[in-house]
């Protein structure tokens, strides 16, 4: 049914009482009886690995409410046999063999050949993860052979079909282009009914900049598969599980020097940050680096670091697994429209998207709540429970309280490397101390 993750978990409570508010204050909005059952389709990209780092973390922390069905990896910031390459490195690094979880390598090109499609070399360097050694160490015997649309609507359907896990829910989440999972519910339609929502990070909407095709209309996903796009967001099932993080609101979460120096410092009094950590460190540099010498930066001014594009993709698993607080501050505070829209295929602004919506509001879940509330309907208080009509795209957020997950992830990952460095040089002295108690009984039996 995906990884079997057993561990005892000693990191869970920690994580929920460093967060935004203790415990016993939050309310979790969604049911703790339904867990979390999730697919991820990525490209690592930089912001991917950084993606995948905050979504471990989270099935290490609640393993009795997250699950990850698989992980594949796709064409996208890089070539496939790059972006798994780095996708095995992460699973290598952050020592995730252990839980078997399954990994596969996913789409290799788009469904219709597009001529303008490329690498973003300049943002994401020749390898996808700008080509920083410290985490480069695949292992690419983790990788279980390419994904098939029956072996995913199988790994659905384990979840749906057991009496445990019927009710749960499945959450499906694309970081790239939308090849991969537009082919499969062409060739399994049965697998969008399976599917309780779809969340991406994708697209640019009205009159926010884009970063591809020569007006500069397009975003880099959709724009490398725009036919994928069309099939997933005018098919009148999937529009209305589909979330979207757009360029509206991921140009928002720039990691600036505030971050850069929260991020550098160890949540350890008087301790340095661990070998780890410093790498993920190197990593966001080198992406910062290369974000703001490139000629994207000319276009969007991201003199204060790069965007976390994909990261934000993790938001709604946090809200949903962690809850919303009482407190305002300590709310995500979604902004978002829902929306009708088609993709241009072709021509000088492939990848544009066209609003066909005529009521284009901006949304909370508060507002949209109060409306149901009037009709005596169900409510609920995060995204994942929302009932939608239209694509939820995304304009806004609290961002202060994803920054704050967003450390508090590496805090974590950096103590436990800390501790399992502290372990194993333990040890080591133990093994060390024992062997010359052991050779001196014998040199004294010897004289």
């Known amino acids: 049914m995906g990884a079997n993750n057993t561990t005892t978990n000693t990191n869970n409570n920690n994580y929920s009482s460093s967060s935004s508010s203790s415990s016993s204050s939050s309310t979790l909005s969604s049911d703790n009886s339904k867990k979390l059952h999730i697919f991820l389709d990525c490209d690592p990209g930089n912001d991917d690995c950084i993606l995948l780092v905050m979504l471990l973390q989270l099935f290490k922390n609640y393993p009795n409410r997250l699950n990850i069905i698989g992980i594949s990896a796709s064409y996208g910031n890089s070539s496939v046999?790059?972006?798994?390459?780095?996708?095995?490195?992460?699973?290598?690094?952050?020592?995730?063999?252990?839980y078997d979880i399954n990994i596969f390598s996913g789409a290799e090109e788009p469904m219709v050949s597009?001529?303008?499609?490329?690498?973003?070399?300049?943002?994401?360097?020749?390898?996808?993860?700008?080509?920083?050694k410290e985490l480069d160490k695949p292992n690419l015997a983790f990788c279980k052979g390419k994904i098939t649309s029956k072996e995913l609507l199988r790994l659905f359907n384990e979840v749906k079909t057991n009496e445990l896990t019927q009710n749960d829910k499945i959450i499906f989440i694309s970081t790239g282009p939308f090849t991969l999972i537009s082919r499969f519910i062409i060739?399994?339609?049965?697998?969008?009914?399976l599917i309780d929502k779809f969340i991406v990070m994708g697209g640019v909407f009205e009159n926010e900049r884009g970063n591809c095709n020569s007006k500069m209309t397009g975003e880099f996903n959709i724009f490398n598969d725009p036919d994928a796009a069309n099939t997933l967001f005018m098919d009148p099932i999937m529009k209305q599980k589909s979330i979207i993080f757009p360029l509206n609101i991921t140009h928002k979460a720039i990691f600036d020097q505030k971050q850069m120096k929260s991020f550098s410092e160890s949540s350890r009094k008087d301790k340095e940050i661990s070998e780890l950590k410093k790498s993920f460190l190197k990593l966001i540099q080198k992406f910062s680096l290369l974000y703001t010498s490139s000629r994207d930066n000319e276009k969007h001014q991201f003199d204060k670091g790069p965007p976390m594009h994909d990261v934000l993709t993790a938001m709604p698993i946090i809200e949903y697994l962690i809850g919303n607080d009482n407190d305002f501050d300590h709310k995500i505070n979604w902004e978002f429209k829902e929306i009708d829209f088609?993709?241009?295929v072709e021509g000088n602004e492939i990848g544009k998207t066209h609003i066909l919506t005529q009521n284009l509001n901006l949304k909370t879940l508060k507002t949209e709540n109060e409306k149901e509330n009037e009709k005596n309907k169900d409510n609920s208080n995060n995204l994942i429970d929302y009932k939608q009509e239209s694509c939820v795209v995304l304009y806004n957020m609290n961002f202060n309280l994803f920054w704050e997950h967003f450390q508090l992830t590496f805090d974590q990952l950096d103590q436990e490397n800390y501790e399992s460095k502290r372990i194993l040089q333990l040890s080591i002295y133990l093994i060390a101390s024992l062997s010359v108690l052991v050779l001196g009984g014998i040199l004294e039996k010897v004289l």
Do not use: R, Y
Not at 126 to 132: E, F, H, Q, R
Not at 187 to 193: F, I, N, R, V
């Open 114 to 132: 597009n001529e303008q499609s490329f690498f973003p070399t300049n943002i994401h360097g020749a390898n996808g993860m700008s080509d920083l």
């Open 187 to 193: 060739e399994k339609p049965d697998l969008k009914k």
């Open 342 to 344: 088609m993709v241009e």
């Open 81 to 98: 046999q790059n972006t798994l390459k780095n996708l095995t490195s992460m699973i290598n690094v952050l020592s995730m063999d252990k």
